[in-house]
Antibody
Framework: EVQLVESGGGLVQPGGSLRLSCAAS????????MSWVRQAPGKGLEWVSV???????YYADSVKGRFTISRDNSKNTLYLQMNSLRAEDTAVYYC?????????WGQGTLVTVSS | QSALTQPASVSGSPGQSITISCTGT?????????VSWYQQHPGKAPKLMIY???NRPSGVPDRFSGSKSGNTASLTISGLQAEDEADYYC??????????FGGGTKLTVL
């Protein structure tokens, strides 16, 4: 079964850092395009970042320079390193495989940035 | 990258059909056939309903269909059912190799 499981969310102070993980099963992360998408409380979906199978990475302007997407092929896991966190980064963060559409999605992990 | 434009809400009675529009630019919706649609129920992860403008993943009822004309994509749900009540989002690939979502549409089944 193709599945994604996120972890690593939690409460962090403004200016702090957090690393999210997304463990994949049923397919190989490195052979696919993988993305992070977030959803602030009560708001819509916001595309955050993508890593292509060749290794190229792209970011939304709102997180560029602060967030880094990466993968560990040996662990078949996707990561999102989030630095210099701001209150507006508070959201549920989803990872998703990209294949002409985002599918599947993980269950999401909540990141709360607050003092 | 600006979000794609969707109506905030639509509604319909059981058995009726509704259409949700998704307007972008020639740099996203109009430039590529990589438009997809997602259904999201409260507290749940989004679910892919349509990919590449008009293709349905296995398991999605054929009541759901997609199309595109110029810079506007559309999702049509025919034979509305109570369980279709949810938020719907469109998404597109962009010329900057990134992704973009619409603001979301809340579907109410009356």
């Amino acid at each position: 079964e193709v599945q994604l499981v996120e972890s690593g969310g939690g409460l962090v102070q403004p200016g702090g850092s957090l690393r999210l993980s997304c463990a994949a099963s049923g397919f190989t992360v490195s052979s696919n395009y993988m993305s992070w998408v977030r959803q602030a409380p009560g708001k819509g979906l916001e595309w955050v970042s993508v890593i292509y199978s060749g290794g190229s990475t792209y970011y939304a302007d709102s997180v560029k320079g602060r967030f880094t997407i990466s993968r560990d092929n040996s662990k078949n896991t996707l990561y999102l390193q989030m630095n210099s966190l701001r209150a507006e980064d508070t959201a549920v963060y989803y990872c998703a495989r990209v294949r002409a559409g985002f599918d599947p999605w993980g269950q999401g992990t909540l990141v709360t940035v607050s003092s | 990258q600006s979000a794609l434009t969707q109506p905030a809400s639509v509604s319909g009675s059981p058995g009726q059909s509704i259409t949700i529009s998704c307007t972008g630019t020639s740099s996203d919706v109009g430039g590529y056939n990589y438009v997809s649609w997602y259904q999201q129920h409260p507290g749940k992860a989004p679910k892919l309903m349509i990919y590449e403008v008009s293709n349905r993943p296995s398991g999605v009822p054929d009541r759901f269909s997609g199309s595109k004309s110029g810079n506007t994509a559309s999702l049509t749900i025919s034979g509305l059912q109570a369980e279709d009540e949810a938020d719907y989002y469109c998404s597109s690939y962009t010329s900057s190799s990134k992704g973009v979502f619409g603001g979301g549409t809340k579907l109410t089944v009356l």
